[in-house]
């Protein structure tokens, strides 16, 4: 396992012949403070969409100069839909809280 740093604050892991974009400790520890609810949050959905975003906006990057790379497409599409549903049950449980997460991300135009 080859541990490979990229410019953009992500880390490519490769195993096998297989990589992973993943991001960087450093740079995870930070979104997860910012988005954090109380102490030990980890999980919760605005953490949730605030990774998410991150990983889905570097692998936007990396499709400007891989545009034949339909696999790593594939798993974009699903990271987006992950993030839709989990941006739906944010507006459905704490408007307030959707609408901030919506303009820190800047997500809609």
Request: charged share 40%; proline share 0%; glycine share 4%.
């Amino acid at each position: 396992m080859r541990n490979i740093q990229l410019f953009n604050g992500t880390r490519r892991i490769e195993r096998r012949g297989i990589s992973k974009m993943a991001l960087v400790k450093e740079k995870k520890t930070e979104i997860i403070k910012e988005f954090k609810e109380h102490e030990k949050d980890t999980g919760s959905a605005s953490v949730q969409i605030a990774l998410l975003t991150e990983r889905i906006n570097s692998l936007s990057d990396h499709f400007k100069s891989h545009k034949r790379d339909h696999h790593s497409r594939r798993g974009l599409l699903r990271m987006v839909s992950v993030r839709r549903r989990l941006l739906d049950y944010l507006k459905r449980s704490d408007e307030n809280e959707y609408r901030e997460i919506i303009k820190k991300l800047d997500l809609r135009k």
